[in-house]
């Protein structure tokens, strides 16, 4: 009677242990935050490639170019399948991101598409960016490589929030030599002394022109310099690489290595940046402490020929408001915080202001109007995000919206060579989980989505106060 007694009270003892370190784990999993959300804010890297196709890595299909590290970055992360640009070209697709508002709001769009030397306007001086929320938070900030977001005061890194700044102020393909030959843009072989955009470090220009063959590897030792110096507060940095944008230059090291040719070899060094700063923020123990996104400012510039890129599937490239034109590389990587997974939820650069800011901890004014939506219950708690509209613009046109699968264009261009847009009276209509390369048009047999999606676009015009123009 006492034997058996005892024995019972061990098993029950056993039993409530076991309880309660499953129900703990559970409780666990179940809550799972990003690091630092509890106490410290997270450390912040977005890094941007220019011009890169949804069809140039690895992780994303490419049979030619190797992306080791890039394709680990989406192994041991979240690999979205539906990313985008919030813009087809340069200057627009960067204040989106920085701002977390379609550039219509702030002028950052327009007939001419992008900032030039010679332009007069810039990112307004009012508008908030992800550094000014940030440094508010008590970050640290940092740009390195291509700006292409002005040059005059007001638009400047410097005047928009970031401690630190070194780079390209625009595109390494203007201020080309007077006599360059025709097409040397979009050579394999362009001539090295044939731009003559500075380097600039701090508002200071430092190389003129800029030794186009070191850029990558330059912006990587600045990039790995800021890390070291910042490892004990938190910090945010803004790493947009100047390739594979035209011309393309490569190290020696990079040089002829890949089967794509210099357009390969410039992302497969590209793809070694990213795995260098990746091997230092675990060395600095830093990686469950930082969040990491990858993506590119618009698609391929097809144009270019074997030195512009792949869209994959996707239907045309940088330019044009098919998919090719915007649907780029997203990648999420913050270890013990966001499950490695594939993910089919359409997100945007929008979404990755708001998602900064939560991640920091900050708040925003209350009257601020931003696009984008917090990817927070995606990433961290594996939760869906509500439904909601995407707005494709060319310039200062809208040209397409996509709502959940469907995507009805009102407007169609090509990327480059159609002078004039194709107006639609009654819109094409896709349904992209079934034709994601755009080509048959269903707009016919679903006359009750693209009256849904009408009511949707006009709703978002109604809402929309355009920004003084910063192009013309």
């Not at 991101?97 to 009012?126: D, H, K, Q």
């Not at 440094?135 to 390195?144: D, L, V």
């Not at 090509?414 to 209509?429: R, S």
Request: net charge negative; hydrophobic share 35%.
């Amino acid at each position: 009677m006492t034997k058996i007694h005892f024995t019972s009270l061990i098993l029950l003892v056993f039993s409530r242990l076991f309880c309660s370190l499953l129900d703990a784990g559970l409780k666990e999993a179940g809550n799972k935050q990003p690091a630092g959300s509890s106490s410290s804010p997270a450390n912040i890297i977005v890094i941007f490639a220019d011009d890169l196709g949804y069809g140039d890595l690895g992780c994303y299909g490419s049979p030619v170019i190797r992306t080791p590290h890039l394709d680990q970055l989406a192994a041991e992360g979240l690999r979205f399948t539906d990313f985008y640009s919030a813009a087809e070209v340069c200057s627009p697709s960067r204040a989106a991101l920085l701002t977390g508002r379609y550039p219509i709001r702030s002028g950052m769009c327009g007939s001419r598409r992008v900032l030039f030397p010679n332009s007069r306007g810039g990112l307004p001086a009012a508008e908030l960016t992800i550094p000014e929320v940030l440094k508010s938070s008590g970050y640290t900030t940092a740009h390195i490589g291509k700006w292409h977001l002005g040059i005059h005061e007001g638009s400047r890194p410097l005047d928009q929030g970031f401690d630190f700044s070194f780079g390209l102020p625009y595109s390494n393909d203007m201020d080309g030599r007077a006599d360059l030959p025709k097409g040397a843009t979009g050579s394999p072989n362009p001539p090295s002394d044939g731009w003559n955009v500075p380097l600039i470090r701090n508002g200071e220009v430092i190389e003129q022109p800029a030794v186009q063959e070191t850029l990558t590897r330059r912006y990587t030792d600045e990039a790995l310099k800021f890390i070291h110096e910042n490892q004990q507060r938190p910090f945010f940095m803004y790493l947009a690489h100047t390739f594979p944008h035209v011309p393309l230059f490569a190290s020696e090291e990079f040089r002829g290595r890949s089967r794509a040719g210099i357009y390969g070899d410039t992302v497969e060094e590209l793809d070694w940046s990213v795995g260098r700063i990746l091997d230092v923020l675990r060395e600095l123990k830093l990686d469950q402490k930082t969040f990491v996104f990858f993506s590119s400012d618009n698609g391929p510039w097809l144009i270019m020929g074997q030195q512009g890129g792949s869209a994959g599937p996707l239907r045309d490239g940088k330019g044009s408001t098919w998919e090719g034109g915007m649907r780029v590389p997203g990648i999420a990587w913050m270890p013990g915080s966001i499950a490695p997974g594939v993910t089919s939820v359409p997100a945007s650069t929008l979404d990755l202001f708001p998602t900064t800011v939560a991640l920091s901890q900050s708040t925003l004014p209350e009257e601020l109007v931003i696009d984008g939506t917090d990817l927070s219950p995606l990433l961290f708690q594996e939760s869906n995000l509500p439904a909601r509209p995407y707005f494709y613009y060319r310039g200062d046109q809208l040209f397409a919206c996509r709502l959940g699968e469907w995507k009805a264009h009102f407007s169609t261009q090509t990327g480059y060579g159609q002078p004039k847009p194709e107006v639609h009276d009654v819109p094409m209509l896709f349904h992209l989980g079934r034709d994601v390369s755009e080509k048959r048009s269903v707009a016919g047999d679903h006359p009750e989505v693209i009256e849904e999606i009408r009511r949707v676009v006009e709703k978002h015009q109604m809402n929309v106060t355009r920004g003084t123009p910063q192009f013309e």
